[in-house]
Structures are given as structure tokens and as C-alpha cells.
């Protein structure tokens, strides 16, 4: 891969940062209960904390990918540091998703009469399917790239 194609995708993943840290502060500022409020009760609502605390696994997974996109760019697929990377992009991936079930539990379990939770836990469904399909790929691609590095060590070492 073209060295300017791995910094693209670094560039794409930073931005996809950005994005989600711009939605979640500006989110809790238009939510519907958030509007009588002041700025630190905002901030301070349980679930705004806990979803703030689930983003750390995201971010931590950005950041991984971003490693990885540079491992790639400098021709260092084939490493240790990458297989690290893929490691750890499963694991956040698996907290990610387990982090939004337990979220959706709680809300289908404690929401409002009045309330229709039903929006929240189709995006709970589909978010989780994707932090799955990731975890999915990132343990194939791990595997895949560890049997790689273990050739490429034993080849090294008879050479």
C-alpha cells in the first residue's frame, strides 16, 4: 500500500475522532430531559458518565487503528506491534459492545411509561452488531497476522 494512502486513512480515523468527540459534547446539551438544566447537571447525569466512560474504548480502538495504519505505511505489517494493535482493537471492540447491551438493558428495563425506548435500542442493536463484525474481523485478521509473524520469525531464524 502507497505510503499517502495509509496517511489518508490515518487523516479518516482522526476525523472520525473528532466527530464522535464533537457529538459527545454537544449531544447531552440537546437531549430532551438536558434542556431545564445547567451545564454541570448535565454533565453530571449517570448515563451521560457512563457513555462517556463506554467512549474510552472507542477512542483507545481509534487509536490502535491509527498505529496500525502507520505499521502499514511503513512496510511494518508483518510485527509484533501490529498484531498488539489488532489485540487490542478485539478487546475494545468486544467492551464496546458489551458496554452498549448493558446500556440498552438498563433503558428497556427502566425507562419512562411515557417514554418509547424503541429508537435507542434499534441503534443499541445495530451498534453492537458493529462492534461485533469488528471484534470478528480484528480476531481474524490477529490470527491471520500472528501465523504470518511466527513464519517470518522461524524463517529468520534459520536463515
Do not use: W
Given at each position: 500500500?502507497?505510503?499517502?494512502?495509509?496517511?489518508?486513512?490515518?487523516?479518516?480515523?482522526?476525523?472520525?475522532g473528532?466527530?464522535?468527540?464533537?457529538?459527545?459534547?454537544?449531544?447531552?446539551?440537546?437531549?430532551?430531559r438536558?434542556s431545564?438544566?445547567?451545564?454541570?447537571?448535565?454533565y453530571?447525569?449517570?448515563f451521560?458518565?457512563?457513555?462517556?466512560l463506554?467512549?474510552i474504548a472507542?477512542?483507545?480502538?481509534?487509536?490502535?487503528?491509527?498505529?496500525l495504519?502507520?505499521?502499514?505505511?511503513q512496510?511494518?505489517?508483518f510485527?509484533?506491534g501490529?498484531?498488539?494493535a489488532?489485540?487490542?482493537?478485539?478487546?475494545c471492540?468486544?467492551?464496546?459492545s458489551i458496554?452498549?447491551v448493558?446500556?440498552?438493558?438498563y433503558?428497556?428495563?427502566?425507562?419512562a411509561?411515557?417514554?418509547?425506548?424503541?429508537g435507542?435500542?434499534?441503534?443499541s442493536i445495530v451498534?453492537t452488531?458493529?462492534?461485533?463484525?469488528i471484534?470478528?474481523?480484528?480476531?481474524?485478521?490477529e490470527?491471520?497476522l500472528q501465523?504470518?509473524v511466527d513464519?517470518k520469525?522461524e524463517?529468520?531464524?534459520?536463515v
Amino acid at each position: 500500500m502507497k505510503r499517502h494512502s495509509t496517511v489518508f486513512l490515518q487523516i479518516v480515523v482522526v476525523l472520525v475522532g473528532l466527530a464522535a468527540l464533537a457529538i459527545l459534547i454537544r449531544f447531552p446539551l440537546t437531549e430532551g430531559r438536558a434542556s431545564h438544566l445547567d451545564l454541570f447537571s448535565i454533565y453530571a447525569d449517570p448515563f451521560v458518565v457512563y457513555g462517556y466512560l463506554a467512549s474510552i474504548a472507542f477512542f483507545v480502538a481509534l487509536y490502535q487503528a491509527f498505529r496500525l495504519l502507520g505499521y502499514i505505511g511503513q512496510n511494518r505489517v508483518f510485527s509484533p506491534g501490529s498484531v498488539k494493535a489488532l489485540r487490542i482493537i478485539k478487546c475494545c471492540a468486544m467492551v464496546l459492545s458489551i458496554s452498549i447491551v448493558t446500556a440498552a438493558l438498563y433503558i428497556r428495563m427502566f425507562h419512562a411509561e411515557d417514554d418509547d425506548p424503541a429508537g435507542f435500542l434499534a441503534v443499541s442493536i445495530v451498534t453492537t452488531f458493529i462492534s461485533i463484525v469488528i471484534a470478528t474481523a480484528a480476531a481474524v485478521f490477529e490470527r491471520t497476522l500472528q501465523s504470518a509473524v511466527d513464519l517470518k520469525s522461524e524463517h529468520d531464524l534459520t536463515v
